[in-house]
Protein backbone atom coordinates (compact mmCIF):
# COMPACT_ATOMS: atom_id res chain seq x y z
CA UNK A 1 0.00 0.00 0.00
CA UNK A 2 0.97 3.56 -1.01
CA UNK A 3 1.28 6.24 1.92
CA UNK A 4 -0.92 8.20 0.08
CA UNK A 5 -3.70 5.15 0.34
CA UNK A 6 -2.75 4.74 3.64
CA UNK A 7 -3.48 8.50 4.35
CA UNK A 8 -7.24 8.14 2.67
CA UNK A 9 -7.67 5.39 4.76
CA UNK A 10 -6.51 7.16 8.31
CA UNK A 11 -8.83 9.93 7.47
CA UNK A 12 -11.94 7.91 6.82
CA UNK A 13 -12.00 5.85 9.65
CA UNK A 14 -11.32 8.90 12.29
CA UNK A 15 -14.31 10.78 10.49
CA UNK A 16 -17.53 10.99 12.82
CA UNK A 17 -20.24 9.00 11.95
CA UNK A 18 -23.69 11.21 10.86
CA UNK A 19 -26.14 11.07 13.76
CA UNK A 20 -29.96 11.41 13.19
CA UNK A 21 -29.37 15.13 14.22
CA UNK A 22 -26.98 16.06 11.60
CA UNK A 23 -27.73 13.46 8.86
CA UNK A 24 -28.50 15.19 5.00
CA UNK A 25 -28.21 18.50 6.68
CA UNK A 26 -24.72 19.43 6.12
CA UNK A 27 -23.28 21.66 8.36
CA UNK A 28 -24.87 24.61 7.46
CA UNK A 29 -27.15 26.37 9.75
CA UNK A 30 -26.11 23.58 12.47
CA UNK A 31 -24.19 25.08 15.82
CA UNK A 32 -20.75 23.41 16.81
CA UNK A 33 -21.01 20.58 18.79
CA UNK A 34 -19.76 22.37 21.68
CA UNK A 35 -22.36 25.03 22.24
CA UNK A 36 -20.44 27.94 21.20
CA UNK A 37 -22.35 30.40 18.89
CA UNK A 38 -20.99 30.83 15.22
CA UNK A 39 -17.77 32.48 14.50
CA UNK A 40 -19.58 34.24 11.35
CA UNK A 41 -22.17 36.18 13.78
CA UNK A 42 -19.91 36.77 16.05
CA UNK A 43 -17.13 38.52 12.90
CA UNK A 44 -20.54 40.67 11.85
CA UNK A 45 -21.13 42.05 15.59
CA UNK A 46 -17.70 42.78 15.62
CA UNK A 47 -17.62 44.27 12.55
CA UNK A 48 -20.45 46.53 13.23
CA UNK A 49 -19.50 47.47 15.74
CA UNK A 50 -16.27 48.65 14.90
CA UNK A 51 -18.11 50.01 11.91
CA UNK A 52 -20.28 52.43 14.30
CA UNK A 53 -17.58 53.29 16.19
CA UNK A 54 -15.73 54.72 13.16
CA UNK A 55 -18.34 56.84 11.88
CA UNK A 56 -19.38 57.90 14.74
CA UNK A 57 -15.38 59.34 15.11
CA UNK A 58 -15.67 60.13 11.31
CA UNK A 59 -18.72 62.66 12.09
CA UNK A 60 -16.71 64.56 15.13
CA UNK A 61 -13.93 65.21 12.77
CA UNK A 62 -15.85 66.63 10.16
CA UNK A 63 -17.38 68.87 12.49
CA UNK A 64 -14.70 69.75 13.45
CA UNK A 65 -13.51 70.87 10.15
CA UNK A 66 -16.42 72.12 9.35
CA UNK A 67 -17.44 74.12 12.37
CA UNK A 68 -14.94 77.02 11.70
CA UNK A 69 -17.36 80.07 13.19
CA UNK A 70 -14.98 83.05 12.10
CA UNK A 71 -13.88 84.85 15.13
CA UNK A 72 -13.75 88.26 14.23
CA UNK A 73 -10.08 89.77 13.85
CA UNK A 74 -8.13 91.92 15.78
CA UNK A 75 -8.65 95.23 14.38
CA UNK A 76 -5.84 96.38 13.24
CA UNK A 77 -4.08 99.09 15.19
CA UNK A 78 -3.11 102.06 12.39
CA UNK A 79 0.63 103.03 13.00
CA UNK A 80 2.35 106.12 11.31
CA UNK A 81 6.01 105.29 10.12
CA UNK A 82 8.62 107.10 12.31
CA UNK A 83 12.37 107.83 11.27
CA UNK A 84 14.78 108.18 14.18
CA UNK A 85 18.59 109.40 13.60
CA UNK A 86 21.40 109.84 15.96
CA UNK A 87 24.90 111.83 14.58
CA UNK A 88 27.58 112.52 16.37
CA UNK A 89 30.75 110.31 17.75
CA UNK A 90 31.75 107.59 20.25
CA UNK A 91 29.35 105.24 21.44
CA UNK A 92 26.24 105.83 23.00
CA UNK A 93 22.59 104.46 24.81
CA UNK A 94 19.72 105.01 22.54
CA UNK A 95 16.25 104.34 23.62
CA UNK A 96 13.21 104.63 21.15
CA UNK A 97 9.85 103.65 20.82
CA UNK A 98 9.30 100.57 18.29
CA UNK A 99 5.90 99.18 17.12
CA UNK A 100 3.99 97.54 19.79
CA UNK A 101 0.59 97.79 20.42
CA UNK A 102 1.89 98.06 23.86
CA UNK A 103 4.22 101.17 22.44
CA UNK A 104 7.53 99.76 24.35
CA UNK A 105 10.47 100.88 24.08
CA UNK A 106 13.73 99.24 22.36
CA UNK A 107 16.96 99.69 23.97
CA UNK A 108 19.94 99.54 21.90
CA UNK A 109 23.01 99.72 24.24
CA UNK A 110 26.92 100.83 23.25
CA UNK A 111 25.16 102.39 19.67
CA UNK A 112 28.09 103.02 17.16
CA UNK A 113 27.30 106.40 15.34
CA UNK A 114 26.09 107.48 12.97
CA UNK A 115 23.15 105.21 13.84
CA UNK A 116 19.29 105.56 11.91
CA UNK A 117 16.46 103.27 12.27
CA UNK A 118 12.49 103.68 10.67
CA UNK A 119 9.52 101.79 12.31
CA UNK A 120 6.34 102.25 12.41
CA UNK A 121 4.70 103.55 15.77
CA UNK A 122 0.83 102.99 16.76
CA UNK A 123 -1.25 106.45 16.38
CA UNK A 124 -1.54 107.65 20.08
CA UNK A 125 1.64 106.67 20.91
CA UNK A 126 3.97 109.45 20.88
CA UNK A 127 7.19 108.88 19.32
CA UNK A 128 10.42 109.53 21.58
CA UNK A 129 13.93 108.81 21.25
CA UNK A 130 16.21 109.31 24.07
CA UNK A 131 20.01 109.44 23.91
CA UNK A 132 22.61 109.04 26.70
CA UNK A 133 26.41 109.80 26.20
CA UNK A 134 28.73 107.97 28.12
CA UNK A 135 31.38 108.70 30.83
CA UNK A 136 33.50 109.94 28.05
CA UNK A 137 31.55 112.46 27.08
CA UNK A 138 31.69 113.74 23.81
CA UNK A 139 28.53 115.39 21.76
CA UNK A 140 25.33 113.84 20.03
CA UNK A 141 22.30 114.92 18.13
CA UNK A 142 18.96 112.84 17.90
CA UNK A 143 16.35 113.80 14.93
CA UNK A 144 12.82 112.53 14.31
CA UNK A 145 11.04 112.66 11.12
CA UNK A 146 7.28 111.38 11.17
CA UNK A 147 5.85 110.13 7.63
CA UNK A 148 8.82 111.66 6.37
CA UNK A 149 8.58 115.27 7.82
CA UNK A 150 11.24 116.67 10.02
CA UNK A 151 9.80 117.20 13.64
CA UNK A 152 12.68 117.80 16.28
CA UNK A 153 15.79 117.44 16.81
CA UNK A 154 17.98 118.07 20.01
CA UNK A 155 21.50 117.47 21.08
CA UNK A 156 23.77 116.23 24.28
CA UNK A 157 27.35 117.12 25.29
CA UNK A 158 29.35 116.09 27.99
CA UNK A 159 29.43 113.26 30.32
CA UNK A 160 26.73 111.29 30.69
CA UNK A 161 24.85 113.82 28.59
CA UNK A 162 21.03 113.53 27.95
CA UNK A 163 18.72 114.36 24.81
CA UNK A 164 15.20 113.10 23.45
CA UNK A 165 13.39 113.41 20.55
CA UNK A 166 9.68 113.29 20.67
CA UNK A 167 6.67 114.45 18.52
CA UNK A 168 2.67 113.78 19.23
CA UNK A 169 0.93 110.97 16.70
CA UNK A 170 -2.90 111.52 16.04
CA UNK A 171 -5.12 109.30 18.26
CA UNK A 172 -6.64 106.72 15.92
Known amino acids: MSSKESTE ?15 GTGTAGAEPADGSKDSDTESRAGLAIAAAVLLACGGLVGYGFLNTEEKPKPRAVPTAEVTYEVT ?8 YLARSE ?3 ATVVKDAALPWKKTVRV ?9 IV ?5 GQAACTL ?11 A ?9 SAPLPRP
Open 9 to 23: IAETETAEPETEATA
Open 122 to 130: PLGKDPTVA
Open 133 to 137: LGEKG
Open 145 to 155: AVRGAHVQRAT
Open 157 to 165: SGTYGRATC
Open 88 to 95: GEGTIEIS
Open 102 to 104: SGS
